[in-house]
């Protein structure tokens, strides 16, 4: 019912900073959730951030606080990581998702109902 592609990975020095994009299209809801998860090599899926179509809601794990934004624009169905102070432990594939008629905003991977294809975000030292 939803598809999910995500954009504006790449190489990233240290310090830096990048915006992922995730373009969503088809079936969505006012209480739809969005999240983004990173998973780098032998680790498993970790929840970044999570935001609620309608009303903005956010949330983030303590990991996250400070340094990573999510943000959507409703008009364009895109939802937006911001990355900033990039640090090599932050290398990994990052995945949007989408959970429908969400009661909150779930931090766990089969909590979501829809992933995209993830795009790789490298931070060099």
């Known amino acids: 019912q939803v598809q999910l592609v995500e954009s504006g990975g790449g190489l990233v020095q240290a310090g830096g900073s990048l915006r992922l994009s995730c373009a969503a299209s088809g079936r969505t809801f006012s209480s739809t959730a969005m999240g983004w998860f990173r998973q780098a090599p032998g680790m498993e899926r970790e929840f970044v951030a999570g935001?609620?179509?309608?009303?903005?809601?956010?949330h983030y794990p303590d990991s996250a606080k400070g340094r990573l934004t999510i943000s959507r624009d409703n008009a364009k169905n895109t939802v937006y990581l911001q990355m900033n102070s990039l640090k090599p432990e932050d290398t990994a594939v990052y995945y949007c998702?989408?959970?429908?008629?969400?009661?909150?905003?779930?931090?766990?991977?089969?909590?979501?109902?829809?992933w995209g294809q993830g795009t790789q975000v490298t931070v060099s030292s």
């Open positions: 998702a989408a959970r429908l008629w969400a009661p909150s905003i779930p931090s766990m991977p089969d909590e979501y109902d829809y």
């Open positions: 935001i609620i179509w309608t009303g903005g809601n956010t």
